[in-house]
């Protein structure tokens, strides 16, 4: 894992965007995963800024709530389509998001895995990471090994997400389908933005605490290839900021990165 500290949330989504839009450019075949939440509305806003083509890359989402229809402003499905989809042009047949409408969510979700098999595996995910420690939906307790499935929402994460419900929690969707912490993991290569003091006290359990099932971001620990891109005051926590910063400053990779 390489953590990097961006002075803010606007620098921390310009360079996750550019490192995205790199992996496109390497690979415009790339099979992109992709995330939802407010951290990232400022990554896609940068992505469509740079303009990479989007015409042959395939795209999965993490997660879908239960119960909203695609339609439906508070679906992940229009929020994909408001910042990124529909301002890119890319083909909607390219892309893949789980039905939270399915009458059979069990079969919905091995349909998912085996699309993504077919795809020939995710090349890239972009995760955020919620209050509860989940990438995805995976909440506390989520295995390790899980896979895409059904999965019940903390009391933390329907607060989280209350905005986009006239603020009611318990309005918020009690279930949604995500990928799994298994699924994710299979990733070719990780990339986690997080930004806000608000996080903090999370991701220095995640990155720097011991793996666990409690924090499902710590996981990501376990991945060969994982970017962590956060800004100064989700860092506030992190106890070997030095290190960090040192990599960022001596390592070839992030050269182009830097200025
Ligand atoms: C939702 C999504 C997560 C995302 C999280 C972060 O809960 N299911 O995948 O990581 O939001 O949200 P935000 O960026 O709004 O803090």
């Not at 800024?49 to 709530?65: H, I, K, V, W």
């Not at 006239?166 to 995500?178: F, I, K, Q, W």
Request: aromatic share 6%; with cysteine; hydrophobic share 40%.
């Amino acid at each position: 894992m390489e953590i990097v500290v961006r002075p803010d949330a606007e620098a921390v989504a310009a360079l996750a965007a550019r490192l995205i839009a790199d992996r496109l450019g390497a690979r415009p075949e790339l099979v992109l995963g992709l995330a939802t939440g407010r951290t990232m509305e400022r990554v896609y806003d940068h992505l469509v800024a740079l303009g990479p083509d989007f015409s042959r890359c395939r795209t999965f989402n993490l997660d879908e709530y239960i119960g909203i229809p695609p339609e439906s402003e508070q679906s992940y499905r229009h929020y994909m389509e408001e910042n990124l989809f529909r301002r890119v042009g890319i083909d909607p047949g390219r892309t893949h998001l789980l039905d939270g409408m399915a009458a059979d969510l069990v079969a919905e979700a091995e349909a998912y895995e085996r699309k993504i098999r077919d795809a020939g595996g995710i090349d890239l995910q972009l995760l955020g990471i919620g209050e509860s420690g989940h990438i995805g939906f995976n909440e506390p307790l989520s295995a390790l090994m899980s896979r895409t499935r059904e999965k019940a929402l903390t009391l933390t994460t329907r607060r989280q997400n209350a905005a986009m419900f006239g603020g009611d929690p318990e309005r918020v969707p009690a279930r949604a389908l995500t990928m799994g912490v298994g699924t994710i993991l299979d990733t070719r290569e990780l990339l986690l933005v997080a930004t806000g003091s608000a996080k903090a006290p999370i991701l220095a359990k995640a990155l720097e605490g011991p793996v666990t099932a409690m924090v499902t971001a710590s996981a990501l620990q376990l991945h060969p290839r994982c970017k962590v891109i956060i800004d100064e005051a989700a860092a506030r926590e992190l106890g070997q900021r030095d290190y960090y910063d040192w990599v960022f400053a001596n390592e070839p990779e992030w050269a182009p990165y830097r200025g």
